[in-house]
Every structure is written in structure tokens, then in C-alpha cells.
């Protein structure tokens, strides 16, 4: 994986030649901020992420060696969105995130906070999951939530989370958590806001496929809602593979 300073995007970033590539330096790399974690808090607080991009990450680190020497049963897990389907059903994040990484590794099953987008009253659920974050979480920038790693995809409109493009989601500073509307189905989602993302110690964005280089292009050029991630007391990684980085190169 080589360093890509030369992209113009905003923080650290890393280009892995295949996606066999992306997915073990990437699982390393959590592996790394779990562990640190672990050591310098006692746990270690990530939201995961939906979408086909974190698929193979999470694959690979619920595989051997990472099965046997990350330390899973301090791990608290939390989702940056979801949509308002059943936990079972094939749309779901959490569903995603159980069939590729947590049914298969020993986080305890009461530290898994999954989001409750499936209930009628998303502005209720959205308080309550909002009260988890800060009922369980040490308190960052601006008094936010403090999540040691939040895991990002990239749309392909720049929508990270369920934050997209002309949402009024994407202005909110006094909410946690907040029912928000996608531009395709399932539309009605939950998510997490701007101020719980950039309190976070480490944001990693996942970033995969030709599809993405025009929303990469925009981050750059800050014409997206990505182009708003900049962690105010912590790191911004950008993870990407050799199709996303000159996809981005050729959208310039």
C-alpha cells in the first residue's frame, strides 16, 4: 500500500494496489486502532459502516490471524446509519455487519448497539440511539460522543453515512442522531450527524471501485457532504484501491 499525499484530499492517505490489498491493510490497520484503544481506554468504541465497500475488511479481520489476537471482547460496537428495514433483511448495515464480521468473531452480544431504524417513530429512535452514544461514551469536541474509530463509505454522490447531498441532516450541530431521507431506496434511514463524526479520535473512509472517483473529486473540490469530515481533535484516513485513485485523477 503506498502513501497518497499527492490526491489533494484532506488527511492521510493510503492506495492499496488490488482489493485483496486494501483488505489486509486495512484490517491491520483496525487491528492497530483496536488495540490502542484497548490499551490507553480499556475498550474500544468503533461505528461500523454498511454498503458492499467494508465487506471484505470486515472479512478479513474476522479471519485468522486477527480471530485469535484481536481483543474482541472489549469491543464496543456502534453503526454511523441504517435503514429502515428489519435487522434480517439484506438492505440492513447491521445485517451486513453480523453476516461478514460479527457472527463470526466473540464481541459480546450486549456491547453490539444496533440502530432501530425499522421503527415508526425514527425521531424517538433516533433520542434513544443518540442517548446510547452518550450514555456509554466518553465526551468529545463540542461535548459530542467520543467514538475511538468511525468507519465511512463514500457514495457515489458523496453521501457519507446516511448525511446526503441538499438533506437538512447535514446542517444539524445539536443532535446526536437524526431520522434522514436517501435519494433511493430504502429511503428512510437513520444517522449519525456531522458533530459525532468529526469528534471521533479516528475517522477511516472506505473507498473502493471507478465508480467513486467523481465523489472523491469532489471531496477534494469540497462540493460534497464528505468534504465536511475533518476531525477536530483526531485523524481522517482515507483507505483507497488503484480503480478509486485514478478514477478520482481521471474526474480532475
Same mark, same amino acid.
Given at each position: 500500500? +503506498? ?12 492506495? %492499496? #494496489? ?15 486502532? %483496536?488495540?490502542? =484503544? ?8 468503533v ?9 471484505p475488511l ?6 485468522p ?37 460479527? #457472527?463470526?468473531?466473540p ?6 448497539? +444496533?440502530?432501530?431504524? &425499522?421503527?415508526?417513530? +425514527?425521531? +424517538? ?5 443518540? #442517548? ?8 468529545? !469536541? ?11 463509505g ?7 453515512? =446516511? ?14 442522531v437524526v431520522p #434522514?431521507?436517501?435519494?433511493?431506496e ?27 472517483? !467523481?465523489?472523491?473529486?469532489?471531496v ?6 464528505a ?14 484501491? &488503484? ?6 485523477r481521471a474526474?480532475?
Open positions: 500500500m +503506498r502513501d497518497g499525499g499527492d490526491t489533494g484530499l484532506p488527511g492521510v492517505v493510503r492506495i %492499496a #494496489s488490488t482489493l485483496q490489498e486494501w483488505a489486509g491493510e486495512t484490517a491491520s490497520w483496525l487491528a492497530r486502532c %483496536a488495540e490502542e =484503544s484497548r490499551v490507553e481506554h480499556g475498550y474500544f468504541g461505528a461500523l459502516t454498511g454498503g458492499s465497500t467494508p465487506a470486515y472479512e478479513r479481520i474476522a479471519a490471524p486477527y480471530r485469535h489476537s484481536v481483543g474482541w471482547l472489549d469491543w464496543m460496537v456502534y453503526f454511523g446509519d441504517e435503514r429502515a428495514v428489519p435487522p434480517d433483511d439484506p438492505q440492513s448495515n447491521y445485517r451486513l455487519a453480523y453476516d461478514h464480521l460479527l #457472527s463470526r468473531v464481541v459480546p452480544e450486549e456491547r453490539v448497539h +444496533r440502530m432501530e431504524a &425499522e421503527r415508526p417513530d +425514527r425521531e +424517538r429512535a433516533a433520542d434513544e440511539y443518540a #442517548s446510547i452514544l452518550a450514555d456509554t461514551l466518553a465526551r468529545g !469536541p463540542g461535548g459530542a460522543p467520543r467514538l475511538h474509530c468511525m468507519l465511512l463514500l457514495g457515489e454522490n458523496g453521501h457519507i453515512a =446516511s448525511l446526503f447531498p441538499g438533506t437538512p441532516s447535514l446542517d444539524v450541530i445539536d443532535r446526536w #434522514s431521507v436517501a435519494d433511493y430504502p429511503r428512510d434511514r437513520l444517522t449519525v450527524t456531522f458533530p459525532v463524526i468529526n469528534a471521533s479520535e479516528w475517522v477511516a473512509m472506505l473507498v473502493t471501485g471507478a465508480a467513486k472517483g !467523481p465523489a472523491l473529486r469532489g477534494v473540490d469540497g462540493r460534497v457532504p468534504a465536511r469530515v475533518r476531525p477536530v481533535d483526531g485523524t481522517l484516513m482515507w483507505f483507497l484501491d &488503484e480503480a478509486a485513485a485514478t478514477a478520482m474526474a480532475g
